[in-house]
T-cell receptor, first 113, second 116 residues
Framework: KQEVTQIPAALSVPEGENLVLNCSFT??????LQWFRQDPGKGLTSLLL?????REQTSGRLNASLDKSSGRSTLYIAASQPGDSATYLC????????????FGKGTKLSVIP | GAVVSQHPSRVICKSGTSVKIECRSL??????MFWYRQFPKQSLMLMAT?????????EQGVEKDKFLINHASLTLSTLTVTSAHPEDSSFYIC????????????FGPGTRLTVL
């Protein structure tokens, strides 16, 4: 059974800092890994999706890497802004046929102005 | 593209009543839809997977008679919480996948259910 762990559970940084969020998963047989953002009481916003054959994806100030063999992914946020404050969820797609997503518990990020 | 809507966004009901939540794919046909539940400060937990025209597959520990899922068309799935109790209060999120080799899921905005 796939398990996804995110460290740290919470992170507080001053505005402008670069930061890294970590995600690890137990079963390396994945189809893809996705990073989401969730604001309080809201749904999910997809940030980046990395296919199992890829090593990284970039979108603006965000960069996500994937090391499938070691079961790890990182989300790098450059020049953090208060608007980046949210919970960031990592999810891996695995399981034959249904491609189920298994989510981590998330990292709650607070960017202090 | 790839927009998924949910209705209602928020519902409050009395204990013992049934509540229906709709999930629609607005601009694509969803061969598979997923229903998740999220308790406060917890992550999303998959409840069930439904394929259009067939019975849903429920995850271990999810009561199929309590959480009725219907996926009667390629753009609509419904989740009915029957005889709701306060412990069913949660955030319910659906997602949809188009199939045809695509594995990406597109998520709805969620429904906040509060059972009094």
């Amino acid at each position: 059974k796939q398990e996804v762990t995110q460290i740290p559970a919470a992170l507080s940084v001053p505005e402008g800092e670069n930061l890294v969020l970590n995600c690890s998963f137990t079963d390396s047989a994945i189809y893809n890994l996705q990073w989401f953002r969730q604001d309080p009481g809201k749904g999910l916003t997809s940030l980046l999706l990395i296919q199992s054959s890829q090593r990284e994806q970039t979108s603006g100030r965000l960069n996500a890497s994937l090391d499938k063999s070691s079961g790890r992914s990182t989300l790098y946020i450059a020049a953090s802004q208060p608007g980046d404050s949210a919970t960031y969820l990592c999810a891996v797609a695995s399981g034959a046929g249904s491609y189920q997503l298994t989510f981590g518990k998330g990292t709650k990020l607070s960017v202090i102005p | 593209g790839a927009v998924v809507s949910q209705h209602p966004s928020r519902v409050i009901c009395k204990s013992g009543t049934s509540v229906k939540i709709e999930c629609r794919s607005l601009d694509f046909q969803a061969t598979t839809m997923f229903w998740y539940r999220q308790f406060p400060k917890q992550s999303l937990m998959l409840m069930a997977t439904s394929n259009e025209g067939s019975k849903a597959t429920y995850e271990q520990g999810v009561e199929k008679d309590k959480f009725l899922i219907n996926h009667a068309s390629l753009t609509l799935s419904t989740l009915t919480v029957t005889s709701a109790h306060p412990e069913d209060s949660s955030f319910y999120i659906c997602s949809a996948r188009s199939g045809g080799g695509s594995v990406e899921q597109f998520f709805g905005p969620g429904t906040r259910l509060t059972v009094l």
